[in-house]
């Protein structure tokens, strides 16, 4: 029997995604499209011009500055691959064994390899995609300031392919072995196992605090050995530096695509011998039968004061949230960003030697509330932005019921917005005193963050509501939808607009203190605070409103 | 007890429900007939409060679903046609989830839980997550959320399909003692047979439109048709008598 191309498996996807454009483009979407490629840009400018900065700074840097770039690339690669190996693995868990499809495709006369080949491509190219653009930029400013010219594009995109591959046929093979070793409940120690381990890998603390080193000795032969040799992101920062340093290393690319090949290979023979058991198993489920009422009792108990219909709907999210794989998994990924964020903090050089000035300290204890501002609108990204999506079907059941639909609103604001608050609270409380800042400044973050996280929660449900993805099957894919897209910039502009207005007001006080002089609270400080406090106020207040509005519209 | 006036909706241009008006008393099993695409559904679900009409009202018990939409949705207990749950409740969750939404709780709403699970059959699955269900398991469930909060009408989409012969006979007599007992009920279904044996009244709707109401016996007198079946009037007034070969169709 000849069997169906690729392309045609896949043609249900592809379909559902070029009707999506068509509707969207229907409903004015042009727009919107132009708006997000004007701030995707200048995104793209950013990061390009920072790294551009950095690099061309380091060329003109003896001994060091022939190394440093290396290992930036090395890491910067390293940490996309390590991402990549766990968003595939959470991606696979949904395209392998979850999908709505699979019934369809596994009762098909498909062959093992076209399903396998298939379903890889799907979750390659659902967890890779941002951090391929993300990958943009960054090898853009190495290509311009090594002058690779026009040729280094092709090049570079031969050196990525192979460097996305490999982490998404490792994810889907960790995925297929789990699913078919351990029982479901399992699963969940196991990925944050992974995780930790991971982020071990990467050791970044180590090069971010040069004065661990003995001497400079210590710290260039640190440099000068590769992070790991058997990992792809080397051999991709060999290929990528010899090309760019017209020294070109033809093993490495080598190295990179025959791996890549024999992964793919080994990953469909594994497929071959373990997807219909797993297969089978994932229909089983292992968390089926619950009995316990722990929820109920926890936090059904600390909501007892409130309305039947409020109480029960958080009960509910909470208890679908931790049942759903797609969703609580998520969680590992939230905790290798924050990780991340505090090690950066800690690693920082502030207070360590000679007495930093105390301007600076000022200044990056601002960046510090823009990047924790950031860091929690991806966390909302990925929490609170697929709040409305999610409830898609069982609509028919919350607009035949006589629920209020601010209640619906009302549970779905403080299920995400609470744990979002005190993880905020915790993050800048934390890193602020890593960065020894004065209570003034302490004060001053922690209530910009209270409020801040009160209007990034209701921005991310009110985008989610404006752009919701009622079909979609994987709640891990909704935050990288176009609404997605749209609540992140939007987020950016608000986090911008009041870290500014906050640097006015704060600035008087950094001069006084600077000169010497005394604190005076003038009317140009409360001014600009009262700017800061009126931007999150309506950004709290007009996003619930055009939310409730919204929902009030959906038709099923 | 449910009264439609001048009920229409429009998807762009197309008309999927045209000027229908319709009233439903108290004490009656109401049937909604019509082809697959006649717009019953579309008219269920916008007595549910689920559609936003493009004109006309529904009003339930008095009060207009998308004016007055708590105190009219207070009395309803819908069913959809397609059994959509939250997988990963269970099927006692779920039952308590609903009644929460209609404001109720404590011991009388666990004993009602109790009750309905043991009536469908269901009480050994009660702590299983709703996954794991099969279709018509999750239809039993959707059908005791329904009758959770004691509603004074119900609201069915095609309330026969994935039952098994039990659960159905289960469901009619449901239906018919809460007619008996006050209650209303306007159902859609294919099955004509259903139809005939339990609806008091019947409204047979075809391109948006209602073709024919009332009786069967008035509806058969209206339209001249003797002693024909329900399912040979059904198929005079849809125009759907055309049935190719069914060796063609075949292709035998």
């Known amino acids: ?556 | 007890m449910i009264r439609l006036e001048n009920l229409t909706k429009l998807y762009g241009s197309f008309v999927a429900v045209d000027d229908i008006s319709l009233h439903v008393p108290r004490g009656v099993l109401y049937g909604c007939l019509g082809p697959n695409g006649a717009g019953k559904t579309t008219t269920l679900r916008m007595i549910a409060g689920i559609l936003r009409p493009t004109q006309g009202r529904v009003l339930l018990g008095g009060d207009d679903v998308h004016v007055n939409p708590l105190s009219a949705k207070m009395r309803l207990g819908f069913i959809p046609d397609r059994p959509f749950v939250y997988d990963k409740l269970t099927g006692v969750e779920f039952l308590r989830f609903v009644a929460g939404l209609y404001g109720q709780e404590g011991d009388s709403v666990e004993r009602r839980i109790a009750e309905l699970l043991e009536v469908f059959e269901l009480t050994s699955w009660q702590n299983e997550l709703v996954e794991a269900y099969s279709h018509g398991m999750r239809q039993k469930l959707i059908i005791s959320s329904a009758l959770i909060h004691r509603p004074e009408c119900i609201v069915v989409d095609e309330p026969m399909v994935g039952l098994d012969p039990k659960a159905a006979r289960l469901l009619k007599d449901i239906f018919r003692q809460f007619v008996d007992k006050g209650g209303t009920v306007l159902m859609s279904t294919h099955t004509l047979e259903v139809a005939e044996a339990m609806c008091d009244q019947i409204a047979i709707i075809q391109h948006g439109k209602v073709v024919a109401a009332g009786t069967v016996a008035d509806v058969r007198r209206e339209h001249q048709a003797g002693t024909s079946s329900l399912e040979e009037l059904f198929l005079k007034l849809t125009g759907g008598a055309h049935v190719k070969a069914l060796v063609e169709v075949l292709g035998a």
Request: net charge positive; proline share 5%.
């Open chain 1, 1 to 556: 029997m000849k069997q169906p191309s690729l392309w045609h498996v896949l043609q249900p996807k592809w379909r559902t995604a070029l009707q999506r454009m068509r509707e969207e483009r229907d409903r004015g979407g042009r727009g919107k499209l132009i708006v997000l490629t004007v701030v995707g840009a200048l995104f793209w400018f950013a990061v390009f011009g920072v790294l551009y900065v950095i690099l061309k700074y380091l060329r003109g840097v003896e001994e060091l500055g022939a190394l440093i770039p290396n290992k930036i690339l090395g890491l910067v690669l390293l940490s996309f691959i390590s991402i990549l190996v766990l968003s595939n693995v959470i991606t696979a868990l949904s395209s392998f064994f979850l999908a709505k499809d699979l019934d369809l495709l596994v009762s098909a006369p498909v062959d093992w390899l076209r399903l396998y080949l298939a379903k890889l491509g799907e979750t390659l190219l659902h967890s890779s995609w941002m951090v391929a653009l993300m990958a943009v930029p960054i090898l853009a400013a190495y290509g311009v300031i090594y002058r690779g010219g026009v040729l280094f594009i092709p090049y570079a995109i031969l050196v990525v392919v192979p460097l996305l591959l490999l982490p998404a046929v490792v994810g889907t093979a960790v995925t297929l072995v789990l699913v078919n070793v351990f029982p479901a409940r399992r699963t969940r120690d196991l990925l944050s196992i992974i995780a930790i381990m991971l982020f071990r890998i990467i050791r970044p603390e180590q090069l971010a605090r040069p004065e661990g080193f003995r001497n400079l000795l210590d710290f260039v032969t640190v440099l000068r050995t590769p992070t790991s040799p058997f990992l792809p992101s080397e051999w991709a920062t060999k290929a990528i530096m010899g090309y760019l340093r017209h020294d070109i290393d033809p093993l490495s690319l080598v190295l990179l695509w025959t791996t890549a090949a024999a992964f793919v290979t080994l990953g469909a023979l594994l497929h071959r011998a373990l997807f219909p058991q797993g297969f089978t198993k994932a229909q089983e489920g292992a968390e089926r039968f619950i009995r316990g009422g722990f929820w109920r009792w926890t936090i059904g108990g600390l909501l007892k004061h409130l309305p039947v219909a409020k109480r029960e709907f958080v009960l509910k999210d909470v208890r679908l949230f931790f049942r759903d794989t797609t969703q609580w998994s998520q969680l590992i990924l939230l905790a290798v960003l924050v990780v991340v964020y505090v090690f950066n903090i800690q690693a920082l050089p502030l207070h360590r030697g000679e007495a930093v000035g105390f301007y600076y300290v000022t200044l990056v204890s601002f960046l510090n509330l823009a990047l924790a501002g950031f860091v929690l609108a991806a966390i909302a990204a990925r929490f609170v932005f697929p709040a409305v999506s999610l409830e898609g079907r069982q609509m028919w059941l919350l607009r035949s019921s006589p629920l209020d639909l601010r209640a619906l609103l009302w549970s779905k604001y403080w299920v995400g917005t609470i744990p979002l608050l005190i993880l905020a609270l915790l993050l800048t409380g934390i890193t602020n005193v890593m960065l020894e800042v004065t209570p003034f400044m302490m004060i001053t973050s922690m209530v910009a963050m209270f409020a801040l996280t009160l209007a990034i929660s209701a921005m991310a449900l009110a985008f989610g509501a404006a752009y919701p993805q009622f079909e979609t099957e994987n709640a891990a894919q909704i935050p990288t939808s176009f609404g997605g897209l749209v609540f992140m910039m939007a987020t950016i502009a608000l986090l911008a607009a009041v870290t500014l207005s906050l640097w006015q007001a704060v600035y008087t006080y950094v001069r006084a203190v600077y000169d010497g002089a005394p604190l005076v609270i003038d009317a140009w400080m409360i001014g600009w605070f009262a700017v800061a406090a009126a931007l999150c106020a309506a950004a709290t207040v007009i996003p619930l409103r055009m939310a409730l509005r919204k929902i009030e519209t959906f038709e099923f």
